[in-house]
Nanobody, 121 residues
Framework: QVQIVESGGGLVQPGGSLRLSCAAR???????????TDWYRQAPGKERELIARAASSGSTNYGDSVKGRFSISRDNGKKTVYLQMNSLKPEDTAVYYC????????????WGQGTQVTVSS
């Protein structure tokens, strides 16, 4: 059975950095390689927002709100996706979720449990 485990959130001052991790425990490596890995965030009172994507090809895309500050990467051998967050701002405060989705619908979609990131002095 696959379990998605997030870690790395916390409290950080403006301008600081954090790295989030999201591991797909129990997933077969060849299956992981085919998944698209996304990071979303949801701030209080706002809709969940897609902020970063790493495709199985290795290509990456970012939302305008984080472009140039955040970096998504994946370690296929560890079946883990990371979100490096630099130059954090108070408006980055949110619950961050990782998401695994596959181009073929027979593969299930997975969500992490969410991790709180708070940017405050």
């Amino acid at each position: 059975q696959v379990q998605i485990v997030e870690s790395g959130g916390g409290l950080v001052q403006p301008g600081g950095s954090l790295r989030l991790s999201c591991a797909a425990r129990g997933m077969i490596l060849s299956t992981f390689r085919g998944y698209i890995t996304d990071w979303y965030r949801q701030a209080p009172g706002k809709e969940r927002e897609l902020i970063a994507r790493a495709a199985s090809s290795g290509s990456t895309n970012y939302g305008d709100s984080v472009k140039g500050r955040f970096s998504i990467s994946r370690d296929n051998g560890k079946k883990t996706v990371y979100l490096q967050m630099n130059s954090l701002k108070p408006e980055d405060t949110a619950v961050y979720y990782c998401n695994f989705n596959h181009p073929f619908v027979q593969f299930p979609e997975y969500w992490g449990q969410g991790t709180q990131v708070t940017v405050s002095s």
